[in-house]
């Protein structure tokens, strides 16, 4: 079973920045698509960001376009997803997920079929 780690949340004031980084436990891992989603308390798991390997290739949730940046790093087997100007309502526990070769979709978490354990991001006003 494909294990993925995330590290990189934590507390940080409004406006501020966090970095998260999420990775894969086989350096021979292979994915068709590598993404962040997120869930606050009390509400459902909402999509982040994705990227696809090999063309890098990214999408954004409408709540973070133009403040969150999604990267990748093939030879690390690690994705990264750069969180800036943060605000309140950014607070949530981050998963980052993986879609095997061969699936599609990218958008709901039923298209992916491994997680990490997520990594808490609190933003303070």
């Known amino acids: 079973q494909e294990q993925l780690v995330e590290t990189g949340g934590g507390l940080v004031q409004a406006g501020g920045s966090l970095r998260l980084s999420c990775a894969a436990s086989?350096?021979?891992?292979?994915?068709?698509?590598m993404g962040w989603f997120r869930q606050a308390p009390g509400k459902e798991r909402e999509f982040v960001a994705v990227i696809i390997p090999n063309g890098d290739r990214t999408y954004y949730g409408d709540s973070v376009e133009g403040r969150f940046i999604i990267s990748g790093d093939n030879a690390k087997n690690t994705v990264y997803l750069q969180m800036n100007d943060l605000k309140p309502e950014d607070t949530a526990v981050y998963y980052c997920?993986?879609?095997?070769?061969?699936?599609?979709?990218?958008?709901?978490?039923?298209?992916?079929?491994?997680w990490g354990q997520g990594t808490q991001v609190t933003v303070s006003s």
């Open positions: 086989r350096r021979s891992f292979t994915s068709s698509a």
């Open positions: 997920a993986a879609r095997k070769p061969g699936n599609w979709g990218l958008f709901t978490p039923a298209r992916y079929d491994y």
